[in-house]
T-cell receptor, first 113, second 110 residues
Framework: DAGVTQSPTHLIKTRGQHVTLRCSPISGHKSVSWYQQVLGQGPQFIFQYYEKEERGRGNFPDRFSARQFPNYSSELNVNALLLGDSALYLC????????????FGPGTRLLVL | QKEVEQNSGPLSVPEGAIASLNCTYSDRGSQSFFWYRQYSGKSPELIMSIYSNGDKEDGRFTAQLNKASQYVSLLIRDSQPSDSATYLCAVMDSSYKLIFGSGTRLLVRP
């Protein structure tokens, strides 16, 4: 069975641009969470979606938004990119929203110049 | 501010030794606890989950949880050079968000 997939794997953008990152969860999983990991730190929670509804939001500005589609895949959008948005963006999949083990995809490495 | 604390390391152990990794957390309402391994440039990979006080063993790995002390640990027996990685402790808070520590870097010397 395929694991969590993310696209693209790498991305280079300039300040002020917009980016869309995509994630497909493990088959049968209905919840997707997004995390940002900067070098030397643990992942930081951005959003969780379950059954197409937002179930949680971390301490990130409104430039960050996300959505989940009927097939449970998800997009993370970041507007007006800043240099500090350079990070590894991780998508995690779980069968339900509450208390379940989350399995991570390979991540998208974003570099903002 | 909910926090998960880990010693950043590096923790250096010889091959074959036991590596002991520790983690403390601040949210007493937390019910689910996880250890992930992350190789350089890769994404976190689940090692173990633990939900109740005591020990949970899986192969060479043992997770220990003490909710009264708000303490989670991971023991790696017979450490191998391939175990060299960053180990992330993650705690699921009462709103089901995973809160991660900054990770402990483990080096296993051949």
């Amino acid at each position: 069975d395929a694991g969590v997939t993310q696209s693209p794997t790498h991305l280079i953008k300039t300040r002020g641009q917009h980016v869309t990152l995509r994630c497909s969860p493990i088959s049968g999983h209905k919840s997707v969470s997004w995390y940002q990991q900067v070098l030397g730190q643990g992942p930081q929670f951005i959003f969780q979606y379950y059954e197409k509804e937002e179930r949680g939001r971390g301490n990130f500005p409104d430039r960050f938004s996300a959505r989940q589609f009927p097939n449970y895949s998800s997009e993370l959008n970041v507007n007006a990119l800043l240099l500090g948005d350079s990070a590894l963006y991780l998508c995690a999949s779980s069968s339900r929203a509450g208390g379940e083990t989350q399995y991570f995809g390979p991540g998208t490495r974003l570099l903002v110049l | 501010q909910k926090e998960v604390e880990q010693n950043s390391g590096p923790l250096s152990v010889p091959e074959g030794a036991i590596a002991s990794l520790n983690c403390t957390y601040s949210d007493r309402g937390s019910q689910s606890f996880f250890w992930y391994r992350q190789y350089s440039g890769k994404s976190p990979e689940l090692i173990m989950s633990i939900y109740s006080n005591g020990d949970k063993e899986d192969g060479r790995f043992t997770a220990q949880l003490n909710k009264a002390s708000q303490y989670v640990s991971l023991l790696i027996r017979d450490s191998q050079p391939s175990d060299s990685a960053t180990y992330l402790c993650a705690v699921m808070d009462s709103s089901y968000k995973l809160i991660f520590g900054s990770g402990t870097r483990l080096l296993v010397r051949p």
